[in-house]
């Protein structure tokens, strides 16, 4: 088992980000205000049970995506996460604080985390991989000098 963790029906994912930016949803807030200056999260490790609330989140996320190509909208440079995070919040479907301390974004040293999700713009991999491989080699040198 990879986390011991009790699963409410929610997307599980690391905070990240606020509302008030297109990476995390921005231009599908409405105007009031309402929801557009909170905490969001990344896409790039999510959590989940595989349940009807779920399905029913990603096909609406689903069906969203489709109707703003249709449209001939932009699509977001960050693909579907700025989809997901706003109906995952709208929904209130959504968890950003279980994962904390178990998975961790561009980690430089080990602190007990699960998952090190390496995030950066979709198709410039270069610098992830040299992130990685930064990364995987301090765990080596951590192991040697146990």
């Not at 929801?35 to 689903?62: D, H, P, R, Y």
């Not at 561009?106 to 602190?111: H, K, S, V």
Request: proline share 4%; glycine share 6%; aromatic share 16%.
């Amino acid at each position: 088992m990879l986390f011991n963790i009790e699963l409410d029906n929610k997307l599980y994912a690391l905070k990240e980000g606020k509302t008030n930016n297109h990476k995390w949803g921005w231009d599908f807030f409405d105007d009031t205000g309402t929801q557009k200056n909170i905490s969001a999260f990344t896409t790039g490790t999510l959590l989940f049970n595989n349940c009807e609330e779920i399905k029913m989140l990603f096909f609406k996320v689903f069906n969203h995506i489709k109707k703003h190509i249709k449209e001939e909208k932009p699509i977001p440079w960050c693909l579907e996460q700025p989809f997901v995070v706003f109906h995952a919040i709208t929904e209130n479907l959504y968890n950003s604080r279980e994962l904390i301390g178990k998975v961790v974004s561009w980690p430089t040293e080990y602190n007990d985390e699960i998952i090190a999700h390496f995030p950066g713009f979709p198709g410039n991999y270069e610098y992830k991989i040299e992130g990685i491989e930064n990364y995987f080699n301090y765990m080596l040198e951590l192991k040697s000098g146990e």
